[in-house]
C-alpha cells in the first residue's frame, strides 16, 4: 500500500485530515453507538414481542463476526478516511464504477439521519422534563374531569362513536374515557401542540415544531464540537462517554440485582399475531416476517460499531489501532446491546413495552429511570443521562459519516467540494452537507412516529446494501490484492461467515422493511440510486471519466490494472444472486392479517 502521507500541519486549511488519535481516540468516538439501543428498543419490542431480548443478542453476535472483515480490510489503506464503505468500495471498482460509489453512498444515507433522529428523541426527553404532557391520573387531570363532569351526555355522539369502536363497554366508560382525554389536553403546554408549518411530504409528515427547534440547537452543538477535529472531538467524548456508559450498565445491572426481573417476562418465545397488540402468535410465515423486521431494523443499531475504523486516515499507527478500535468498540456494543434490552423487557414485561410511549422512544429514557430509581432525582439523573448518550450518539454520527463523505470525494466518488477541512483537519464541507441535510429529515422525524420509523428503515436499507457490499468486498480483495501485507489478517472462515452473512442481511432487507412502511423497502433502494446522478456529474464532468491517481495508487495499480478482474464473474453473480434473494424474501414473507 505505500508509506503514509504526510500528514497536514495544523493551522492550515488543506484537504488532508491529521494523524492525531490512536485506538483509544476511535474507541470514545464510537463509544455513542451502544446509545442507539434508544432508538428502536420501543420499536423492535412493538414488532417481535417476547422475541425482542433474542433479537438484539443475535443482531449484535452477527454483527461482531462481521467486523473481522472489516477490520481486515481497514488495514490495507492507512491512508484513507471513511470507513468500512470506502474500502469494500476499493474492492469493486475494478468490476463496476457505479458499485464501488454505491457502498460509499449507501454507508453515508444510513449513517447521516442518526443526527436527525437523535435530535428528535433527545427533544422528546427534553420536552417530557420540562413542559410534561399530565398523566390521566394526576390530581389536576382528575379535578378537571370532576368540574367537567357534565360536559359529555351520554347520548352524544362523540360517545356513540366510542361505544361503536369499543364493543361491550357502557355509556359510562365511554364518558369516563372521554372526559379524561379531554382533560389531559386541555392541560397539556401548549408548546407541546406549537408548530411554525406542517404538512405531507409523500408517505411522510413533517413539522416545523418545538421538537424540531431543540432539535436543531441540539445538531449545532455537534457540528460546534466537531469543529475542532478529530483529537478535540475524541477529548470530548472521553468524558460525555463514561457519563453515559456508566449508567447504561447501571440501568443493565441494578434490576438484575434488585430482583425487578420478572423471568416469566421471556416466555413463551413466541412471535405476535399482529404488530404492537399483546396477543401471542406463532412461528409462522407472517410471524416471521415481524421478527424478521425486528432483525432489520436492530442491524442499524447494533452493526454501528464500525464507525471505529472511520478513523483510519487519523491513526497514528493505522496497522495496530485499527483492529484494536474495531475490537474493543465490539465488546462493548455486545455487552450493553445484549444486557440493557434484556433488563428492559424483563422489568416492563410485553404490556410494558407495548405502551405508546415506549414504542415511539419518548418515554424509554423515563422508563429505565424508574427501573433504577423508582422515580424522584434518580430518575431525573437517569433521564439527564440518557440526553448525554444520544448526544454522544450524533458527535459518533458526525464525525463518521463526514469522514465517509469526505474520503469519497477524495477517491473520485462524490463531488469535489467535499474535500475540504478546516486548520483543525475536520471535513467541514462534508459535515456542512451533514447538516443541512439533516435540518430537513429532523422535521419528517418529529411530526409522528410513523414517520420517524420511515425514515430509519429507508436509512437502514442504504445500510443492508452496504454491509452486503462490504462483506463480499473481503473475499474478492484476498483474490485481486492477495500480494499485499495485511497489518491484521481475518481467519478465512470469518471471511466465509461474513459472506453468508451477507445473504442473511438481504432476506432481513427484503423481508422486513415492509413492517415499518408498506413502500419501505422501494424508497430505501430509490434512495441507493441516486449515486447514479452524483457520480456522473462528479466521474464524467468533473475528472473526465479518470479516478484521481492517488486513489490508484493507494491499491498499487494504474489505470490499465483495472482490466485486470482476477475474480472473473463472481463478484457480478453476487450481485444477482443477492437482488434475488432480497425479491423473492419481499414476495415470500407477508404481513399478518
Not at 449508567?247 to 399475531?273: E, H, K, R
Not at 443492508?464 to 490484492?481: A, K, V
Request: glycine share 8%; hydrophobic share 55%.
Amino acid at each position: 500500500m505505500g508509506a503514509l502521507a504526510a500528514d497536514a500541519v495544523p493551522g492550515e486549511s488543506s484537504t488532508h485530515l491529521v494523524r492525531a488519535i490512536d485506538w483509544r481516540g476511535a474507541f470514545w468516538v464510537a463509544s455513542g453507538v451502544p446509545a442507539l439501543v434508544l432508538f428502536s428498543i420501543g420499536g423492535i419490542a412493538g414488532v417481535a414481542g417476547n422475541v425482542a431480548f433474542l433479537v438484539w443478542t443475535v443482531s449484535m453476535l452477527m454483527g461482531l463476526v462481521q467486523s473481522f472483515t472489516y477490520a481486515e480490510i481497514a488495514g490495507l489503506f492507512p491512508n484513507k478516511s471513511g470507513g468500512a464503505s470506502v474500502y469494500g468500495a476499493a474492492a469493486w471498482v475494478r468490476y463496476s464504477k457505479v458499485i464501488a460509489p454505491l457502498s460509499v453512498w449507501c454507508n453515508w444515507f444510513a449513517w447521516t439521519p442518526v443526527l436527525s433522529l437523535g435530535c428528535s428523541i433527545a427533544a422528546a426527553y427534553i420536552l417530557n422534563a420540562l413542559v410534561p404532557i399530565p398523566p390521566a391520573d394526576a390530581p389536576h387531570v382528575l379535578a378537571w374531569v370532576s368540574a367537567h363532569a357534565s360536559s359529555i351526555p351520554a347520548d352524544s355522539p362523540r360517545v356513540l362513536e366510542w361505544l361503536a369502536a369499543h364493543e361491550g363497554k357502557t355509556a359510562a366508560d365511554a364518558v369516563s374515557t372521554l372526559l379524561s382525554a379531554d382533560a389531559v389536553a386541555a392541560l397539556t403546554p401548549a408548546i407541546r401542540e406549537w408548530t411554525l408549518f406542517q404538512g405531507t411530504l409523500g408517505p411522510v409528515s413533517f413539522s416545523f415544531n418545538a421538537a424540531f427547534v431543540i432539535g436543531a440547537v441540539l445538531m449545532l452543538v455537534t457540528f460546534a464540537i466537531q469543529h475542532r477535529g478529530i483529537l478535540g472531538t475524541a477529548a470530548v467524548q472521553k468524558f460525555i462517554g463514561l457519563a453515559v456508559i456508566i449508567p447504561m450498565f447501571i440501568v443493565g445491572i441494578v434490576p438484575i440485582l434488585t430482583g425487578q426481573i420478572d423471568w416469566s417476562n421471556y416466555t413463551p418465545i413466541q412471535p405476535l399475531a399482529a404488530a404492537y397488540e399483546p396477543a401471542l402468535g406463532e412461528w409462522n410465515i407472517p410471524g416471521w416476517t415481524l421478527v424478521l423486521g425486528a432483525m432489520f431494523i436492530a442491524a442499524w443499531s447494533t452493526y454501528g460499531f464500525e464507525t471505529a475504523i472511520c478513523y483510519t486516515r487519523e491513526f497514528r499507527d493505522p496497522g495496530r489501532d485499527t483492529f484494536k478500535a474495531i475490537f474493543y468498540s465490539g465488546l462493548l456494543c455486545l455487552a450493553l446491546f445484549t444486557l440493557v434490552p434484556f433488563t428492559f423487557q424483563g422489568v416492563l414485561g410485553l404490556d410494558g413495552m407495548l405502551a405508546p410511549s415506549i414504542v415511539d422512544g419518548s418515554g424509554v429514557a423515563e422508563a429505565m429511570g424508574q427501573m433504577v430509581g423508582h422515580g424522584g432525582w434518580i430518575t431525573s439523573l437517569l433521564v439527564m443521562m440518557m440526553i448525554l448518550a444520544l448526544m454522544l450518539c450524533l458527535m459518533t454520527a458526525m464525525a463518521g459519516s463526514s469522514r465517509t463523505l469526505y474520503q469519497g470525494a477524495r477517491d473520485g466518488w462524490l463531488p469535489r467540494y467535499l474535500t475540504h477541512v478546516n486548520s483543525h483537519g475536520a471535513p467541514t464541507a462534508a459535515m456542512w452537507t451533514d447538516l443541512v441535510v439533516n435540518l430537513a429529515i429532523l422535521a419528517i422525524a418529529c411530526a409522528d412516529a410513523t414517520s420517524f420509523f420511515f425514515i430509519l428503515a429507508v436509512s437502514n436499507c442504504g445500510y443492508i446494501i452496504f454491509n452486503f457490499l462490504n462483506l463480499n468486498s473481503g473475499w474478492i480483495h484476498r483474490i485481486d490484492n492477495a500480494h499485499v501485507t495485511r497489518p491484521w489478517r481475518a481467519p478465512t472462515w470469518v471471511i466465509a461467515a461474513g459472506t453468508v452473512l451477507a445473504y442473511v442481511n438481504a432476506v432481513f432487507m427484503g423481508a422486513g422493511a415492509k413492517v415499518w412502511n408498506p413502500i419501505a423497502l422501494w424508497a430505501g433502494l430509490f434512495t441507493a440510486f441516486l449515486i447514479l446522478p452524483v457520480f456522473w456529474y462528479r466521474h464524467y464532468v468533473q475528472d473526465k471519466g479518470v479516478f484521481p491517481a492517488h486513489m490508484l495508487s493507494d491499491l498499487g495499480l494504474t489505470q490499465a490494472d483495472l482490466k485486470q478482474r482476477k475474480a472473473g464473474i463472481l463478484p457480478y453473480l453476487t450481485l444477482v444472486a443477492g437482488l434475488a434473494v432480497v425479491l423473492i424474501a419481499n414476495w415470500f414473507f407477508q404481513l399478518p392479517g
